[in-house]
């Protein structure tokens, strides 16, 4: 499985960005897809993730800002972000788990710069 992500960049606080992750190769329907985020200095941490039938759950840091979707006929996964913060400034992975595997793929990140 591949995944590629893109959508990240240069943005006010206050501000929105969406950013996409295409999974391709051997795409199992029985999947976890997440987005991950790692700040400068910091270790990586989980965002939000999103089953195949499209139940969400989120981190606390981005709970009522950013919104996980995806759309199983493009094996596309994004991840709509509101009311950005400075504090949100990170790398954001996004990440695919075959569930019954357990394999996980990491796409190669895309860079989110929040400026206060």
């Known amino acids: 499985v591949q995944l590629q992500a893109s959508g990240g960049g240069l943005v006010q606080a206050g501000g929105s960005l969406r950013l996409s992750c295409a999974a391709s190769?051997?795409?199992?329907?029985?999947?976890?897809m997440a987005w991950y985020r790692q700040a400068p200095g910091e270790q990586r941490e989980l965002a939000a993730t999103i089953t195949g039938g499209g139940r969400a759950n989120y981190a606390d840091t981005v709970k009522g800002r950013f919104t996980i979707s995806r759309d199983n006929a493009k094996n596309t996964v994004y991840l709509q972000m509101n009311s950005l913060k400075p504090e949100d400034t990170a790398v954001y992975y996004c990440n695919y788990q075959n569930i019954v595997s357990r394999q996980t793929y990491w796409g190669q990140g895309t860079l989110v710069t929040v400026s206060s």
């Open positions: 190769g051997s795409i199992s329907y029985i999947n976890v």
